[in-house]
């Protein structure tokens, strides 16, 4: 029986992590296309390629 319960409970945990983790990957995807809109360029550039090199340039 607690065993069964035990599952449960994390099942419940891992579920709400999941949905946690969907939320923040939109609203950094929403995010990131608002700051490319704010900054005078087109909102759909935050998926070009380059723009992830040159975020990533910074980091090496």
């Known amino acids: ?14 579920k709400h992590v999941l949905i946690v983790l969907i939320v923040a990957f939109i609203a950094l995807l929403i995010g990131g296309m608002a700051g490319m809109a704010l900054g005078g360029q087109n909102p759909l550039r935050f998926f070009d390629p380059a723009t992830w090199q040159h975020v990533f340039s910074f980091w090496q």
């Open 1 to 14: 029986m607690m065993l069964k319960t035990d599952s449960h409970h994390a099942r419940r945990v891992l």
